[in-house]
C-alpha cells in the first residue's frame, strides 16, 4: 500500500504519517517512511510518503504507484497528482491555503481551475470539509484527524489501533479532540456510502 500525504507546513502532515505508519507496524506490517519538508518554517510545502506491506524495500514511492494522495488543502494535493495510480484515491480538504506571492498581490491566480483539474485527472475523488468539521469541535489544527478517519474506512485497521497510537502521539489533554476528530471523519465516510446505496 503506497499513501502520499501532503500539505503545508503546521497543517499536521508529518503527525498524520508517523500515527498511520505506527497503526500499520501493530498490524503487523513492514513499514518505510520518507518525508520531505520544502521549507522549515509553517507554510512551506510538506510531503510524506508512506508504504505498508509484507515486505517493503525503499521508502520512496515511484511516480503512477499511489493507492492514495491525502491532502490538507488542494494546492498542495495538485501538486503531488503525479504519484497517483490510475485508478488510485484523493482524499483532500476543501480548502486552498494561497502561497505567499498571491496573499500580497504579487501574483493571480483562478483557484478553480484546480477543481476542474482534480475532476479531470481523478476517478476516485473525496472532497472533505476537514477544517470546517476541525472548526466546529474547537481547534482547527485536528483536521488532519478527519482526514485520517475517513481514509481508515479504506484500510484494514483496527479502529482501537488508531486510538492508541494516537494517545501516544498526542499531548494527554488533546486526545479526546483528535479522537472525536478522527471519529467525524469515519462517519462523513459512512454518511456518504449510505447515500449512495
Known sequence: MNIVVCGIGGQGVLLFSD????????????????????MAQRGGSVVSHLRFDKKVYSPLIPLKTADFIVGMEKLETVRYLDYLKEDGIVIT??????PLPILVGE???????????????????????????AEELG?????????????????????DDYFKVIKRNVKEDY??????????????????????Q
Do not use: C, T
Not at 479522537?179 to 449512495?196: D, N, P, T, W
Open 19 to 38: 500515527i498511520l505508519g505506527e497503526v500499520a507496524m501493530l498490524a503487523g506490517y513492514d513499514v518505510k517512511k520518507s518525508e520531505v519538508k520544502g
Open 93 to 98: 480538504d476543501e480548502i486552498v491555503i494561497p
Open 107 to 133: 501574483e493571480n491566480f483562478d483557484f478553480s481551475v484546480l477543481d476542474v483539474y482534480l475532476k479531470e485527472r481523478v476517478k476516485k475523488l473525496y472532497y472533505l470539509p476537514a477544517q470546517k468539521i
Open 139 to 159: 481547534n482547527v489544527r485536528v483536521s488532519n484527524m478527519v482526514l485520517m478517519g475517513f481514509l481508515s474506512a479504506f484500510l484494514p485497521f483496527e479502529v
Open 175 to 196: 486526545f479526546k479532540i483528535n479522537q472525536s476528530a478522527f471519529l467525524k471523519g469515519r462517519e462523513e465516510y459512512y454518511v456518504r456510502s449510505y447515500r449512495h
